[in-house]
């Protein structure tokens, strides 16, 4: 295949894309906008957000605003590779544009953390981290399953339970220790 080939090819499969988004927008305007889910997500996404602002440590708002970002920014990008391989989907998307799940990765995972590395930050993490992971891929996913809004395909919830650990470390770390950004000084 020359180089011209390959730049067709590309081009078809972006062309691909963009008419199964042209066809899932359809869909979510049509048949999800307005659903009961759809309040559901939307609620998911607010609230959290609302109930956060009202309990958080305001001396340390920056700390956690930054581990939740991290969390929001990997897990996002996670939850893209994963349908991407076709592993999980999702049918009730808040915002048609992000087919990752909206109010879990941009709400209830990172309020979740956050909220669990202000309190009892004398508690070792390794058990903050282990019961954020259990909750989160036993609990949390089977629900939202049972919910009808996830769907995994080739995916086991035993197969998050260590990522949902590996995120609570990365983003403990970065609440206790915060971000070196080239500060120096006696």
């Known amino acids: 295949m020359d180089e011209n080939q390959i730049h067709h090819a590309i081009e078809q499969a972006y062309q691909l894309i963009v008419e199964a988004h042209r066809n899932m927008t359809e ?3 049509n048949h999800v906008l307005f659903t009961r889910q759809w309040w559901l997500g939307v609620g998911l996404s607010i609230c959290p957000w609302l109930i956060w602002i009202g309990i958080r440590d305001q001396r340390a708002t920056g700390q956690f605003l930054l581990s939740g970002f991290t969390i ?13 391989m076709g592993l999980w989907h999702y049918h009730w998307e808040v915002i048609p544009f992000m087919p990752a799940n909206f109010p879990w ?6 309020v979740t953390v956050m909220f669990l590395n202000q309190y009892k930050p004398e ?9 954020f992971g259990g909750f989160s891929a036993f609990v949390a996913e089977p629900i939202s399953q049972m919910a009808d809004l996830y769907h995994p395909i080739h995916w086991k919830h035993i197969y998050s339970f260590p990522i949902y650990v590996g995120l609570y470390f990365m983003s403990s770390s970065i609440a206790r220790k915060g971000i070196d950004c080239g500060k120096s000084g006696p």
Do not use: H, T
């Open 72 to 84: 929001i920014i990997v897990s996002s990008w996670l939850d893209q590779l994963g349908i991407a």
């Open 123 to 131: 508690v070792n993490p390794l058990i903050k981290a282990l019961l």
């Open 105 to 110: 990765n941009f709400s209830l995972l990172p």
């Open 27 to 29: 869909i979510w305007r």
